[in-house]
Nanobody
Framework: QVQLVESGGGLVQAGGSLRLSCEASGRTSSTYYLGWFRQAPGKERDFVAAIRWNGDYPHYADSAKGRFTISTDNAKNTVYLQMNSLEPEDTAVYYC???????????????WGQGTQVTVSS
């Protein structure tokens, strides 16, 4: 069983940047995927980006392409989400989770972290 802990959220002005971290403990597999999702108040939890633990196959939601970058640091058992050119619409709680398959669907992910709040002011 893997445990995930997110960090790095905060308050930032529009156009600013944040880097989120998702640190894993417990049993991980290089063939599994780590995904980032976000949930704004009153909305569904939506896919943002995902990557295989070995760094292969990064993929993004359309809203994240060109602005966000997902990466891994296997030595630290950590996956990062670098977010640039942030917009107020990016305000949400950001969660990480793991999946055995490459997927953008929330239902294929498990071991969710507790989330980290990102607030972008206009």
């Amino acid at each position: 069983q893997v445990q995930l802990v997110e960090s790095g959220g905060g308050l930032v002005q529009a156009g600013g940047s944040l880097r989120l971290s998702c640190e894993a403990s417990g049993r991980t597999s290089s063939t599994y995927y780590l995904g980032w999702f976000r949930q704004a108040p009153g909305k569904e939890r939506d896919f943002v980006a995902a990557i295989r633990w070995n760094g292969d196959y990064p993929h993004y939601a359309d809203s994240a392409k060109g602005r966000f970058t997902i990466s891994t640091d296997n030595a630290k058992n950590t996956v990062y989400l670098q977010m640039n050119s942030l917009e107020p619409e990016d305000t949400a709680v950001y969660y990480c989770a793991t999946s055995a398959i490459r997927s953008t669907f929330r239902g294929t992910y498990s071991s969710w972290g507790q989330g980290t709040q990102v607030t972008v002011s206009s």
